[in-house]
């Protein structure tokens, strides 16, 4: 069974840094492309982040470009993203989620995780 | 930046009816690279279709995609409690890499 399991959220202080984990099971985790997505509240979902299966392609929404950093660590079937600078837009819940790419495409993510809570306020 | 725009906003239906809920994209979605998601309060989101048309592994045959373009359609027919839920459309390509849309609140009293 595929299990996407987020964790590092909290509250943190305009201007701070947070760093948040997916622990993934159940699959191949170095052979799928990942995301973060992150949903403020009551609003829509944000795709925020993308890293490729093997590392090689790392992408960012201009919302956070500059100020996050996704990785991922092949051993403990992980993913991570760093944020710093927090703003109190950035308060949201964040999911990650495992996305699929036929035929060298990744277009559609079929599995997220539960998401957790990031709150920015002073 | 592909802007999508779903509609209508909120749908209230009964059971057995028929939903039709609508995502349009302010460019052309090359490949019909669009997927829609189901979520419902304090969960994760679910996917139902991809590809515009293809149902995700264990979707019931109730749910269906399609469109092509601009203009994308899910249609739920023989509505059960268990479909109320905020509906989301996505698409993949230009930048941003993915865009979603606003959701749809589907209701079933």
């Known amino acids: 069974e595929v299990q996407l399991v987020e964790s590092g959220g909290g509250l943190v202080q305009p201007g701070g840094s947070l760093r948040l984990s997916c622990a993934a099971s159940?699959?191949?985790?170095?052979?799928?492309?990942m995301n973060w997505v992150r949903q403020s509240p009551g609003k829509g979902l944000e795709w925020i982040s993308y890293i490729s299966a093997s590392d090689s392609t790392i992408d960012y929404a201009d919302s956070v470009r500059g100020r996050f950093t996704i990785s991922r660590d092949y051993a403990k079937s992980s993913l991570y993203l760093r944020m710093n600078s927090l703003r109190d837009e950035d308060t949201a819940v964040y999911f990650c989620a495992r996305v699929r790419c036929p035929n060298g495409v990744c277009h559609y993510l079929d599995y997220w995780g539960q998401g957790t809570l990031v709150t920015v306020s002073s | 930046e592909v802007v999508l725009t779903q509609s209508p906003a909120t749908l209230s239906l009964s059971p057995g009816e028929r939903a039709t809920l609508s995502c349009r994209a302010s460019q052309r979605i090359s490949s019909n690279y669009l997927a829609w998601y189901q979520q419902k309060p304090g969960q994760a989101p679910r996917l139902l279709i991809y590809g515009a048309s293809s149902r995700a592994t264990g979707i019931p045959d109730r749910f269906s995609g399609g469109g092509s373009g601009t203009d994308f359609t899910l249609i739920i027919s023989r509505l059960e409690p268990e479909d109320s839920a905020v509906y989301h459309c996505q698409q993949y390509g230009g930048s941003p890499r993915y865009t979603f849309g606003q959701g749809t609140k589907l209701d079933i009293k």
């Open positions: 159940g699959f191949t985790f170095s052979s799928y492309s």
